[in-house]
């Protein structure tokens, strides 16, 4: 379905990866399977946790029965000032930082305002 909506071209790239997060001031480890494919100049990503060693956002969302989008995702190269930005105009904090290689992913708290989380991500 999503292949007819977005015109993706070629075969669709599934990516393997774990990651170590701190979720809401608590380490926790998880294993997840990825689709990844760009269209547009921008990039579409599905992420199914397969395995976590405690607690994170893709599984909270899961247990409260959540469906559908979890995050919009922003590529930036000043994340902290980014980051800071929403923290002083919107009293939005971090829920969920992590790193994947050289990648810092930081989720800020804004399911409650905007019902999906905002994750900047920073080469």
Request: charged share 20%; hydrophobic share 40%.
């Amino acid at each position: 379905m999503y292949r007819r909506l977005f015109n993706f071209k070629g075969n669709l790239n599934i990516v393997e990866q774990s990651a170590t997060v701190n979720y809401k001031g608590k380490e926790a480890t998880f294993n997840m399977k990825k689709i990844m494919q760009f269209f547009g100049g921008k990039q579409f990503e599905i992420v199914e946790v397969v395995d976590a060693t405690g607690p994170n956002l893709y599984s909270e969302f899961i247990a409260e029965g959540n469906t559908g989008l979890h995050h919009l995702g922003i590529y930036t190269k000043n994340a902290k000032e980014l980051i800071e930005q929403f923290k002083q105009q919107f009293n939005v904090g971090t829920a969920q930082v992590g790193k994947l290689g050289k990648l810092t992913f930081t989720y800020l708290d804004t399911k409650d305002i905007l019902g999906y989380y905002i994750e900047i991500l920073e080469f």
